[in-house]
């Protein structure tokens, strides 16, 4: 049999017809393509978490249920009883936990465009994806999606809040809406919740089958892949039963207790970084060409001068700047770039070579 009969037989179409998710080599770039929080910490808190971390016996497993870093996530957010709290390696292995627990036959609905993770995972799995695209506003469409919700009833909901690639906010209305359409779960998605002042979170005991999934990423703890939801214990029993044991490492466990019970620190970030996104919103807004869409995020996406989109992407890589080039996405997207905000000198180096783009 030949290598690729062999490969052909072995796995499920929906796996071969895939593409991996790519992730670009950032080296010797000034990186803001991936939302990160720029900012490193100071030798002081270094030396405090590293102190934190001297006791972890590394030839012991972890609590496999992360009890003491569960209850602070549970206080720092202000998760109150009832609700459960599951823990995930990223908000990723949250999204393939929940999908795993379907039915092979199960659909589940998100917008387009949103966060590519809902797609690739329920495509890898064979269920029915459904993307619903967004109206020309970015907003929802809510007709759209309620016919969706009636024709397919989705066994999942994901609603990313903000938004990405968009760094919208949703409808408040139009989201209460799909979830009271729905009989499945709806999943309100609030990776960007730091930047955002606006969360379901306190809506939890108002809708049985609403969960919130956070992730401490976008805070500033990437490295750490932590990712977390919350909802009724009755559903975090069931994704609990396929969690693999001991998902969360001793050090991410030690690291993010650390963290986020000093997260004060991380507050003045989250500020600083929503202060130089009015900035870079405003410079951006005041270029030839360019469209910046307002942003609830720690990321803008702006629109190039018709067809120019991958042009200009490329030019700023060879000024050593590297975002995100959404427009061969197409769609709401087309012609559309996406960069992160980052520390005050890396956002005027990005807005100094994108002047030098629009004017080769």
Request: with cysteine; aromatic share 8%.
């Amino acid at each position: 049999m030949s290598k690729k009969n062999l490969i052909n037989s072995l796995f499920r179409p929906e796996v071969l017809a895939l593409s991996a998710y790519h992730v670009a080599d950032a080296a010797g770039f000034i990186k803001l393509d991936a939302m990160e929080n720029p900012y490193s910490w100071s030798e002081d808190f270094k030396q405090q978490w590293l102190a934190a971390l001297k006791d972890c016996e590394l030839n012991r497993y972890p609590d496999p249920e992360a009890r003491q870093l569960n209850a602070t996530i549970k206080r720092v957010n202000g998760i109150a009883e009832p609700f459960d709290v599951l823990l995930g390696n990223g908000s990723d292995e949250i999204i393939q936990l929940l999908l795993m627990a379907l039915p092979p036959t199960a659909s589940v609905l998100s917008t387009t465009p949103s966060f590519v993770m809902y797609k690739q995972i329920s495509d890898s799995l064979g269920l029915r994806y459904h993307g619903v695209p967004l109206a020309d506003s970015f907003d929802l469409d809510l007709p759209a999606m309620l016919a969706v919700i009636n024709q397919h009833q989705p066994s999942v909901i994901f609603i990313a809040y903000p938004n990405n690639p968009t760094s919208n906010l949703f409808s408040e209305a139009a989201i209460i809406a799909i979830i009271q359409a729905s009989n499945g779960l709806v999943v309100i998605d609030e990776a960007y919740a730091p930047f955002a002042d606006a969360s379901f979170m306190n809506r939890l005991g108002q809708y049985e089958n609403l969960l919130v999934m956070r992730t401490v990423s976008k805070l500033g703890l990437a490295g750490l892949r932590l990712g977390y939801i919350a909802g009724l214990p009755a559903i975090i029993e069931q994704l609990n039963k396929i969690r693999l044991p001991y998902n969360i490492n001793i050090l991410t466990q030690a690291s993010a207790e650390f963290a986020l019970s000093n997260h004060a620190v991380f507050d003045e970030q989250t500020q600083a970084i929503c202060t130089d996104r009015a900035l870079v919103f405003e410079q951006l807004n005041e270029l030839d060409g360019i469209t910046a869409y307002p942003s609830a995020a720690n990321f803008i996406l702006f629109k190039t001068p018709k067809g120019r989109a991958t042009e200009i992407f490329l030019s700023l890589k060879q000024q050593n700047v590297l975002i995100k080039n959404m427009s061969p996405q197409a769609g709401l997207l087309t012609d559309c770039l996406r960069v992160t905000i980052g520390k005050p000198e890396e956002n005027a180096a990005f807005l100094a070579a994108l002047r030098n783009s629009l004017e080769s």
